[in-house]
T-cell receptor, first 110, second 110 residues
Framework: SQTIHQWPATLVQPVGSPLSLECTVE??????LYWYRQAAGRGLQLLFY??????ISSEVPQNLSASRPQDRQFILSSKKLLLSDSGFYLC?????????FGDGTRLSIL | GDSVTQMEGPVTLSEEAFLTINCTYT??????LFWYVQYPGEGLQLLLK?????DKGSNKGFEATYRKETTSFHLEKGSVQVSDSAVYFC?????????FGKGITLSVRP
């Protein structure tokens, strides 16, 4: 069966520091991969999605970037974090069906 | 563009009460519809889905029917339990992209 892993589960970072969140999927090949952000009291916002290695689409302009160095690996990065980057970050995968989510990373910026 | 509108929350019910959470959508194509549930501190889990008009999705006592004429996908459960306390998201998928509603928090009292 397919599983999705995100880490770390929680992260506290100072303003201006870099960020790297990792997501991996097991048990499937060539999935579509997604990064979402859920800000406090708000819905989910799609940040990036990828249909294959090296293929990244950005949904909103922002301080973040994404990369897909391997088929089942999706990385969310930032060179310099802003206070507004705080939130709950969720990775998801899909193959011609509903999306399946990881457990998320709670990011707090100090 | 596509959009999903959920009723305003939060909702507080007593155990064994009947639950209805309203969801309406707008879409240019023929979307699939989903309900996701997010338990405290966790990622999203797919609760149920419907892929075409008049389909009924069901899981764990929850049901929702895809109503094309009213562009709705209301979530219902006949008798809620304390363990159903969570945030519920309605979503549509059109050409592979998910659009979420803002979510609604359900609290069930013993």
């Amino acid at each position: 069966s397919q599983t999705i892993h995100q880490w770390p589960a929680t992260l506290v970072q100072p303003v201006g520091s870099p960020l790297s969140l990792e997501c991996t999927v097991e048990g499937t090949s060539n999935p579509n991969l997604y990064w979402y952000r859920q800000a406090a009291g708000r819905g989910l916002q799609l940040l990036f999605y990828s249909v294959g290695i090296g293929q990244i689409s950005s949904e909103v302009p922002q301080n973040l970037s994404a990369s897909r160095p391997q088929d089942r690996q999706f990385i969310l990065s930032s060179k310099k974090l802003l206070l507004s980057d705080s939130g709950f970050y969720l990775c998801a995968w899909s193959i011609e069906g509903p999306q399946h989510f990881g457990d998320g990373t709670r990011l707090s910026i100090l | 563009g596509d959009s999903v509108t959920q009723m305003e929350g939060p909702v507080t019910l007593s155990e064994e009460a009947f639950l209805t959470i309203n969801c309406t959508y707008t879409a240019t194509g023929y979307p699939s519809l989903f309900w996701y549930v997010q338990y405290p501190g966790e990622g999203l889990q797919l609760l149920l889905k419907a892929t075409k008009a008049d389909d009924k999705g069901s899981n764990k006592g929850f049901e929702a029917t895809y109503r094309k004429e009213t562009t709705s996908f209301h979530l219902e459960k006949g008798s809620v339990q304390v363990s159903d306390s969570a945030v519920y998201f309605c979503a549509l998928s059109d050409r592979g992209k998910l659009t979420f509603g803002k979510g609604i928090t359900l609290s069930v009292r013993p």
